[in-house]
């Protein structure tokens, strides 16, 4: 990332699932959002603090308990609006809570940085992606050399494969930061991607299913 944009991300390993969280701030503002709070709120709260920002949102990619399960803590401490996919359905959502739902190509803004929304089903009805300045936030849609697994309630291996195809639309120096450390480095750009992860060189739906179901 260019020294000069204002975008400032701290990634963190948490959990015993090996997600990775995310601060996503604005140097200019201080403003900052919490990607998937869970796990260790306090420490996600106290890295904010000592970074000196202030938390103003709650962004999220998708609504398993790994990436939700501390959300009820951070609003206890930052009551701020928590942005989820309006296709998340209500047994995801259900008591979750200060949710503001958004739409695919909907933009959200930390500070005066802004985020494109791009809607990735398959993983969940609801899963959902966050583009900035050339740094993707995929969630569980697309991880290094994997994606989402789709067999879960509200998966679709098939939609799965149209929301990667989505993806592989972008620059192929668009910077991957996946919601779990599931591949040999901790972000990657898209082409490489498109060179070492097999499921983005599935050439038709048939080969996708069956690298991902077989």
Do not use: W
């Given at each position: 990332?260019?020294?000069?944009?204002?975008?400032?991300?701290?990634?963190?390993?948490?959990?015993?699932?090996?997600?990775?969280?995310?601060?996503?701030?604005?140097?200019?503002?201080?403003?900052?959002?919490?990607?998937d709070p869970a796990w260790?709120?306090?420490?996600?709260?106290?890295?904010?603090?000592?970074?000196?920002?202030?938390?103003?949102?709650?962004?999220?990619?998708?609504?398993?308990?790994?990436?939700?399960?501390?959300?009820?803590?951070?609003?206890?401490?930052?009551?701020?609006?928590?942005?989820?996919?309006?296709?998340?359905?209500?047994?995801?959502?259900?008591?979750?809570?200060?949710?503001?739902?958004?739409?695919?190509?909907?933009?959200?803004?930390?500070?005066?940085?802004?985020?494109?929304?791009?809607?990735?089903?398959?993983?969940?009805?609801?899963?959902?992606?966050?583009?900035?300045?050339?740094?993707?936030?995929s969630g569980d849609t697309?991880?290094?050399?994997?994606?989402?697994?789709?067999?879960?309630?509200?998966?679709?291996?098939?939609?799965?494969?149209?929301?990667?195809?989505?993806?592989?639309?972008?620059p192929d120096a668009t910077?991957?930061?996946?919601?779990?450390?599931?591949?040999?480095?901790?972000?990657?750009?898209?082409?490489?991607?498109?060179?070492?992860?097999?499921?983005?060189?599935?050439?038709?739906?048939?080969?996708?299913?069956?690298?991902?179901?077989?």
């Open positions: 990332m260019s020294s000069n944009s204002p975008l400032r991300i701290q990634q963190y390993e948490i959990g015993p699932l090996n997600n990775f969280l995310y601060l996503l701030g604005d140097e200019d503002t201080k403003e900052m959002a919490i990607v260790d709120v306090p420490f996600l709260c106290e890295e904010a603090k000592k970074l000196g920002f202030t938390i103003t949102k709650v962004f999220l990619t998708h609504t398993h308990p790994d990436h939700v399960n501390g959300l009820d803590e951070l609003l206890g401490r930052h009551n701020v609006p928590v942005y989820i996919s309006k296709h998340e359905p209500l047994f995801l959502r259900k008591n979750l809570k200060n949710l503001v739902d958004v739409n695919d190509k909907e933009q959200l803004k930390i500070g005066n940085i802004t985020f494109d929304v791009i809607h990735t089903p398959g993983h969940t009805p609801g899963g959902q992606c966050f583009l900035s300045q050339g740094h993707l936030f697309l991880f290094i050399d994997g994606c989402g697994r789709c067999d879960l309630p509200g998966g679709d291996a098939s939609v799965m494969y149209q929301s990667l195809r989505k993806l592989m639309t972008l910077i991957i930061h996946s919601g779990h450390n599931y591949g040999p480095v901790p972000t990657d750009t898209m082409g490489n991607q498109k060179r070492t992860n097999p499921y983005l060189q599935a050439n038709s739906l048939h080969e996708f299913l069956g690298e991902r179901m077989g």
